[in-house]
């Protein structure tokens, strides 16, 4: 199926929420408005819901302890059916889903807390948990669904029935508008014909969220029941990681789904599947989180037991940064994750920017601490964890930690998709005041229009960028602690430099206009600089409220102030790389490589790849496969 690159933008901006109706500290913050009042102070936590959370993450950890054996899964590529049903007894398949439909009715917190807590025990378990509760059926008929859909499906999920959410196709990623999977409207009913691939819980599942197009409608989702005649589950796949997840190719040949299992007005898919995905995204930075505190205690025990040169390699400079940046960044990411979290329960803020943010950081920040973890450890980081074990010494399984952490690069937006999902909401206001000037479809009257709105904006916005906060040297003072880091410096450096982004991204719309959009580096690292303040932040915030609340408000306050020194640099670094980079080198070694004319330097090795199509084709009609669907007793 082709698709323009005009209709393909067009149906993915249909998607977006239009509106802005709560407020946002990361659209300010990439506006040039460093709000700290939007996330400080925080407000007190209920203690009712706080004490339900902690008695099943108590729970939680005893079955994680006796019930899971994560090296099991490892070898076996399978979760266990007595795993699955210890989880169901303890309600874990109903953590985000209401009491009143037979869950936990968790906050976003502890549901965070208790994917970090079971992701260190298996992240195979952690994603069959993530997929099904956070994009899984639970979370679009909770938002979208009817009354009946509900009452039908919620208590269903909660007991155990494992839901999938499928979207993805063998030639249809990020791109929704070339969606080859239909749903025909037959009298009560609904006929669906096509593939979906990478279907995260499709193998077991017995629900599943499905999109497909309704011709001339657009995109659409459904509750599908996994057993229904015409469903193939034609091949369970194999990765790099998560060697135990239940991974499949799933194909439809005229499936009847009642109309009555359709999740809101046809054509309003892609818009469920984002909202969803607002806070369906949190579950990866959870189990970075959890990944990052695991190498956190492995890279110190080690590090303090291995000698090297008559003393423990900690002691060495080269290795004591690693372990600093790991234990900086594991507290700068649990700040992140708990700060979105709450914003989420509090339900007061518009958080996609937000929770963009956390998965696109967690996820790349969470592949550099396992890979310094790899490196500290040596050539036992490149061991497996049963062949360590077999010679005798302790099974420690970073090269699996770091295969498994590799994909969240990928799941639920890669970060290139996120680089660009995020820029389109951080120029959002922009677009809004200015975007028919550059819009080649727009009149001239509406050019016109734009002009002097863009006009009366921009005499107001671009004065407000020149001084703040930042340059006051008492500013932020309640985060000036005696006999603690100075952490008001770092946020009088966060808001400068916010303001500073919001010039430097307006002087990049100014210089290229409509091309801005093409120019996806450049973006990606307005992006990353965004992420990276809105982590700062996130970190001094943290620091500041546990100093308020516990006994660790010092060590908080250490970690924070070592993990804004690091994050500084790599902000300028940053910062320095938009405009002095090799973006245009790059391009033309892109075209010349496309022409054919550097082929030379592929010679002299041989292609280890089988033969066969890089997009494999998905005709319609019956599976000629055998069904490896896997019924959970």
């Known amino acids: 199926m082709t698709v323009s690159e005009r209709e393909a933008r067009r149906v993915a901006e249909a998607a977006r929420d239009q509106e802005w109706h709560r407020p946002s500290f990361a659209k300010e913050l990439f506006l040039g408005r460093f709000r700290l009042d939007l996330i400080h102070p925080r407000p007190v936590p209920d203690e009712d819901a706080a004490r339900v959370g902690e008695r099943f993450l108590d729970r939680l950890r005893a079955f994680c302890v006796t019930g899971i054996?994560?090296?099991?899964?490892?070898?076996?590529?399978?979760?266990?059916?007595?795993?699955?049903?210890?989880?169901r007894e303890l309600g874990a398949f109903g953590m985000k889903i209401a009491t009143a439909y037979g869950g936990l009715g968790l906050s976003h917190v502890h549901y965070n807390r208790a994917l970090a807590l079971v992701s260190s025990a298996s992240p195979a378990v952690a994603a069959l948990l993530s997929a099904h509760q956070?994009?899984?059926?639970?979370?679009?008929?909770?938002?979208?669904?009817?009354?009946?859909?509900?009452?039908?499906?919620?208590?269903?999920?909660?007991?155990?029935?494992i839901s999938a959410f499928l979207l993805t196709e063998p030639d249809v990623g990020s791109d929704p508008a070339r969606l080859a999977t239909t749903a025909v409207r037959d009298g009560d009913a609904y006929v669906l014909d096509g593939v979906k691939l990478w279907t995260t819980n499709g193998v077991i599942a017995e629900l599943l969220v499905v999109m497909a197009d309704v011709p001339g409608r657009g995109v659409t989702a459904f509750v599908v029941e996994a057993d229904s005649p015409g469903i193939t589950v034609e091949h369970r796949n194999a990765f790099m990681g998560l060697r135990g997840l239940e991974n499949g190719v799933t194909r439809f040949e005229r499936v009847r789904v009642p109309a009555a299992h359709r999740i809101g007005a046809e054509g309003a898919g892609l818009k469920i599947a984002l909202t969803t995905l607002n806070t369906g995204r949190l579950s990866l930075p959870a189990m970075c989180v959890g990944a990052g505190k695991w190498s956190l205690r492995i890279a110190r025990e080690w590090s303090a037991a291995r000698v090297q040169w008559g003393r423990p390699?900690?002691?060495?400079?080269?290795?004591?940064?690693?372990?600093?940046?790991?234990?900086?960044?594991?507290?700068?990411?649990e700040a992140v994750l708990e700060l979105t979290g709450e914003l989420a329960d509090e339900d007061r803020h518009d958080i996609r920017i937000e929770a963009a943010l956390a998965k696109l950081y967690a996820s790349e920040m969470a592949w550099r601490v396992a890979d310094d973890l790899v490196q500290i450890r040596g050539g036992r980081g490149f061991e497996t964890a049963d062949s360590l074990a077999a010679r005798g010494e302790r099974g420690v399984p970073a090269e699996q930690l770091l295969r498994d952490l590799r994909i969240n690069r990928v799941f639920e937006g890669s970060t290139e998709i996120m680089h660009l999902l995020i820029?389109?909401?951080?120029?959002?206001?922009?677009?809004?005041?200015?975007?028919?000037?550059?819009?080649?479809?727009?009149?001239?009257?509406?050019?016109?229009?734009?002009?002097?709105?863009?006009?009366?904006?921009?005499?107001?916005?671009?004065?407000?960028l020149a001084t703040g906060r930042g340059q006051l040297p008492l500013a932020y003072g309640d985060f000036h602690i005696s006999r603690h880091p100075d952490l008001s410096a770092h946020l009088r450096w966060t808001e400068r430099s916010c303001r500073r982004l919001a010039r430097a991204t307006f002087y990049g719309m100014s210089r290229w206009q409509g091309r801005l959009e093409a120019k996806q580096v450049f973006l990606g690292r307005v992006v990353d600089?965004?992420?990276?303040?809105?982590?700062?932040?996130?970190?001094?915030?943290?620091?500041?409220?546990?100093?308020?609340?516990?006994?660790?408000?010092?060590?908080?306050?250490?970690?924070?102030?070592?993990?804004?020194?690091?994050?500084?640099?790599?902000?300028?670094?940053?910062?320095?790389h938009l405009w002095r980079n090799t973006d245009e080198t790059d391009h033309g070694v892109v075209a010349a490589l496309l022409e054919g004319r550097h082929t030379w330097l592929e010679e002299g090795v041989l292609d280890a790849s089988t033969e066969g199509p890089w997009i494999a084709e998905s005709p319609p009609g019956p599976s000629g496969r055998k069904n490896v669907h896997r019924r959970i007793g």
């Open 69 to 87: 054996d994560g090296a099991a899964i490892e070898r076996d590529a399978r979760v266990p059916d007595e795993v699955i049903a210890g989880l």
């Open 134 to 161: 956070s994009i899984g059926v639970p979370q679009p008929v909770t938002l979208f669904g009817t009354d009946r859909q509900k009452r039908t499906f919620l208590p269903r999920c909660a007991a155990g029935a």
């Open 529 to 576: 600089i965004g992420a990276g303040l809105f982590a700062m932040a996130a970190a001094c915030v943290h620091a500041e409220r546990l100093r308020r609340g516990s006994e660790r408000g010092r060590e908080a306050y250490e970690l924070a102030d070592a993990f804004c020194r690091q994050a500084r640099l790599r902000v300028d670094d940053l910062f320095h």
């Open 313 to 333: 390699i900690a002691e060495h400079e080269a290795v004591g940064a690693k372990l600093s940046f790991i234990a900086a960044t594991t507290f700068a990411l």
């Open 423 to 464: 820029a389109r909401e951080a120029v959002d206001t922009h677009l809004r005041v200015a975007g028919a000037l550059v819009d080649p479809d727009a009149s001239f009257t509406e050019k016109r229009k734009a002009a002097t709105a863009a006009g009366a904006f921009y005499t107001r916005w671009l004065p407000s």
